[in-house]
């Protein structure tokens, strides 16, 4: 059965997703050239400490209220009202719990100067809280295209605000604080323009808690796991520059998972789907193919990333960050292992087993941490994300184990075998042509084009696969 309209909002959220790649693409880049490796390294810390406190209030109660107007409509008002009161008690408890512990935590980080730069983005998750609440207001009522403009200028209002504070004069204060400006107007505008409606009997707050709290605390896992690598390397790596050059491998490297999110929100119905429906070859099907795709596309950009990063990085951030090459290496690697553990988890948790999915990341948390702590002081940055993909890889291997053991499906082993060649062939074709110093783009070009004719080659041409697999898992194949 086609629901256009559910096609048609998915075009619109994918569009709003790569207006963020490309605004927070140019927002990096050009505070990493404009502020230097060491201040850059601040709003870096900043921004992903913000983010870590940004996070409670981004997946529990918005998609509480997004899942429970969408199921009952007639009451939105009163569930979004609801949902409202309970955002802004636990916004205002976790924006003024940073402020006061903005101190100790620059202190802890062995920089005093943070403090002031965590105090102007503290109020960050009040006003984030407010704007997120209201988008998964909308699209509980499907109203995709209002919650994808808004996405959109939020995005954009963090890229012009972060930049033109910081070009006017209050360099990574202002790059800060036009974080702060940009969630005010985005909160307002679309406060504002919201139309209000009946409320009738007020909505339980109890329903609401208890959809949010496993899923505020999976998503704080989840980001402490991924963003907590650079706070260990602004404590525990001297140099002065380490943060700002981390800050601009994590920046280049976040590219893997967030290329994948997608692919993670259309898996999830279409996997849902398969395992209730008891429509176990379908089911194979999809785990197959969805880590075929994984590997035929992540391989080749590991390999070619892990040979120029050197070379990126500089192209991109310039001569100051070329000693972040080794550690985009190592990110390239470890987020990569992200991007297929975060598939993993989607497939498990769409079959119903979503606290195996909280328990495997939370299970991590420590390990991540032994790992910085012991790889850090002797690789430096490089160990910080040599951590990372120790971390990711023990991930895709437990949340692999899983699939094979309760699914009896994974990629076949002679597919990963033959992709895994050519990738290897990718890197030698790569290596010759730095030793005749071919340009970094064509020879790039050149590699991918080999990749291909070596797959073919090996009797798998799995681009094919892999479009069928996305036409299968479209919205209007889904119903």
Request: glycine share 8%.
């Amino acid at each position: 059965m086609n629901h256009p309209k559910v096609r048609i909002g998915t075009a619109y959220l994918l569009g709003a997703q790569g207006i963020f790649f490309i605004s927070a693409y140019l927002l990096h880049i050009f505070l990493g050239r404009f502020l230097g490796p060491i201040e850059y390294g601040l709003f870096g810390v900043t921004l992903y400490a913000a983010s870590m406190i940004r996070t409670c209030v981004a997946s529990g109660f918005p998609m509480a209220v997004s899942r429970y107007v969408s199921a009952e409509p007639d009451r939105a008002e009163a569930i979004y009202r609801r949902g409202l009161q309970l955002q802004l008690g636990l916004a205002f408890s976790v924006s003024l719990t940073f402020y006061i512990l903005s101190p100790w935590l620059a202190k802890l980080l062995g920089d005093v100067s943070l403090t002031n730069l965590f105090r102007i983005a503290s109020p960050i998750p009040i006003f984030f809280g407010l704007f997120f609440i209201t988008v998964l207001y909308y699209n509980g009522l499907r109203r995709y295209y209002i919650q994808s403009v808004w996405l959109a200028v939020s995005y954009v209002l963090r890229a012009v605000f972060g930049i033109g504070l910081a070009v006017i004069g209050f360099r990574v204060g202002g790059a800060v604080a036009g974080l702060v400006v940009a969630a005010v107007v985005a909160a307002s505008g679309i406060l504002l323009i919201r139309k209000k409606g009946t409320v009738g009997e007020s909505y339980s707050a109890g329903k609401l808690i208890s959809f949010s709290a496993p899923l505020i605390l999976a998503s704080i896992a989840q980001a402490f796991l991924t963003d907590l690598d650079l706070m260990f390397v602004k404590g525990l790596v001297t140099e002065d520059t380490a943060a700002g050059h981390y800050t601009a491998a994590k920046a280049l490297a976040y590219a893997a998972p967030f290329t994948f999110f997608a692919l993670s929100s259309a898996l999830y119905p279409a996997v849902s789907r398969a395992y209730s429906s008891g429509n176990e070859a379908g089911l194979k099907d999809y785990i197959h193919k969805a880590n075929l795709m994984l590997a035929a596309l992540i391989l080749p950009a590991v390999v070619l990333v892990w040979s120029n990063s050197g070379d990126l990085i500089q192209m991109l951030y310039g001569e100051e960050y070329a000693d972040a090459g080794p550690a985009l290496s190592w990110l390239a690697i470890g987020f990569s292992f992200l991007a297929v553990f975060i598939i993993h988890k989607t497939i498990i948790t769409a079959c119903g087993f979503p606290k195996i999915s909280s328990v495997m990341t939370v299970g991590l948390l420590p390990l991540s941490v032994i790992a910085q702590f012991t790889m850090i002081p002797y690789f430096g940055l490089k160990g910080a994300a040599m951590a990372a993909a120790v971390t990711f890889l023990t991930g895709v291997i437990s949340s692999s184990l899983v699939l094979i053991l309760k699914f009896r499906a994974m990629i076949q082993p002679v597919v990963l075998l033959r992709i895994l060649i050519a990738a290897v062939v990718v890197y030698f074709a790569d290596s010759i042509g730095s030793h005749f110093g071919v340009p970094m783009i064509p020879k790039v070009i050149c590699a991918l084009l080999l990749y291909l004719a070596v797959l073919r080659l090996l009797g798998g041409w799995y681009l094919r696969d892999i479009k069928e697999f996305l036409t299968l898992m479209s919205p209007g194949r889904q119903g």
